[in-house]
C-alpha cells in the first residue's frame, strides 16, 4: 500500500478547497470541513490527511490557523 496519495486524491482534495474558500465569506476550510465534504467518497481519513500534507509541502495548499487555503489566496492577502 502507497503511503503517498494518488494524484485523483490530491485533485479532489485541493478541488474542494479552492471552491469553497472564497477568500471573504470562508477564507479556509479546517480538516474535519474537508473530511465531512468528502463523506462517503471512499477515502479514508488518513488519505484525507495524507494528500493535505502534501498540497501543503508542494505549496498549492497553505495551512493557517483557520485550516487549510488555496496557496495564491495567501499571497493575495
Known amino acids: 500500500m ?3 496519495p ?6 479532489l482534495v485541493q478541488q474542494i478547497v479552492d471552491l469553497n474558500c472564497d477568500g471573504e465569506r470562508l477564507v479556509a476550510l479546517s ?4 473530511l465531512q465534504t468528502l463523506e462517503g467518497s471512499g477515502l479514508s481519513e488518513a488519505e484525507v490527511e495524507r494528500a493535505l500534507a502534501e498540497l501543503v509541502e508542494r505549496g498549492e495548499l497553505a495551512e493557517t490557523d483557520e ?3 488555496c496557496a495564491a489566496r495567501r ?3
Open 75 to 77: 499571497a493575495e492577502q
Open 6 to 11: 494518488s494524484e485523483n486524491t490530491l485533485e
Open 31 to 34: 480538516k474535519d470541513q474537508v
Open 67 to 69: 485550516g487549510y487555503r
Open 2 to 4: 502507497s503511503t503517498h
